[in-house]
């Protein structure tokens, strides 16, 4: 309640923190707007949690995850897809440590490190919430990039499970049936998997991992029963010539997010958005580069840890009761 009623404070202070535009109308100041220092302030004692319990993933002194500390021992966790060739972590005090992976999940995307100290340092550890109270509209927060600030925002939807997408060429088909002799490839999208593979718009797709096609859905079925990455034989024939292709499946949300208007003004967004066994969604403003860090509600216990920025207002997190669940399996308590 605290915490609330000085927001509610802050935000409705406009008449002494004002300032003009262009046209001569009024608007407040960017510190005591949404994510402004002011607002940061409101949440006090959560915020410093967040803070000093996240910790930034580097390589090549280039920020490329965020973690969260575990354990005291220093176990950090995070998104495993981002944190590849993770060689150092740095503390919100300006510590920084070298890193050594002790396990990954690939069900739930997750990576454990542990920061090698020279000493026995005790590291700050999250606290968890127990259960999974939060309720669509809470108040949730998580430390930004360069852990000096954090991020507010509001859990934006259910909690629900995300489902496997699988692998996609990256082509729009078109006539089928035995008057083509297969499936006709109408359009290739840009850059995507089948197009750098070389198949192109007025091909003949007649074989899928050596099976033949002959209706779309044949086509739809034997591409996405594999998982992107994986590699489908593609057999076409392009006017009288017969080929064969190879095709390294591409990711369904990345390939085709360049028809979403809403996506295009996203900015980058994570690559393994989907097959998650449960997912909190929320609207913090966070960047790719931030995954992998904590989410946390407003009595500064974890909720969560961000998994995937799916677009410019959805971030996935990882309810606590999965992340614990992966942390039995890493036998760290």
């Not at 390294?248 to 949300?253: A, D, E, F, Y």
């Not at 997912?279 to 403003?285: A, E, Y």
């Amino acid at each position: 309640m605290k915490v609330l009623l000085t927001l509610v404070f802050v935000l409705c202070s406009y008449s002494t923190a004002q300032e003009a535009d262009d046209n001569g109308s009024f608007k407040l100041e960017k510190k005591f707007r949404l994510n402004g220092l002011a607002t940061q302030a409101a949440f006090g004692e959560s915020s410093e949690q967040a803070l000093r319990t996240t910790v930034r993933l580097t390589r090549n002194d280039k920020l490329i995850a965020l973690g969260g500390i575990v354990d005291s021992r220093g176990y950090v966790l995070t998104k495993a897809s981002d944190c590849v060739g993770a060689r150092e972590a740095e503390t919100s005090d300006g510590k920084k440590y070298r890193l050594k992976i002790k396990k990954r999940d690939e069900a739930t995307d997750l990576a454990l490190y542990q920061l090698l100290a020279e000493d026995d340092t005790s590291f700050p550890a999250v606290n968890w919430q127990e259960g999974n109270n939060t309720k669509t509209g809470s108040w949730v927060l998580s430390a930004f990039s360069m852990l000096k600030e954090i991020r507010v925002g509001v859990a934006s939807g259910k909690t629900r499970k995300i489902g496997r997408e699988g692998g996609v060429m990256g082509v729009i088909l078109g006539q089928d049936g035995d008057s083509v002799g297969g499936v006709r490839i109408n359009e290739v999208v840009p850059q995507a998997a089948a197009y750098k593979s070389g198949l192109r718009e007025g091909d003949v797709i007649t074989k899928v991992d050596g099976r033949r096609v002959k209706k779309r859905d044949h086509v739809v079925k034997g591409v996405s029963n594999n998982d992107p990455g994986d590699v489908v034989r593609i057999e076409i024939k392009r006017k009288e010539e017969l080929k064969i292709f190879n095709v390294t499946l591409g990711h369904r949300s990345v390939t085709f997010d360049l028809f979403n208007r809403n996506l295009q003004m996203s900015g980058p967004v994570s690559k393994r958005k989907d097959n998650f066994p449960q997912i909190l969604q929320h609207d913090l403003p966070l960047p790719k580069n931030s995954m992998g860090g904590p989410l946390f509600n407003l009595q500064g216990e974890c909720i969560g840890f961000n998994i995937a920025r799916v677009d410019r207002v959805t971030i996935y997190s990882l309810p606590s009761s999965e992340v614990r669940l992966t942390l039995k399996k890493f036998f760290v308590k």
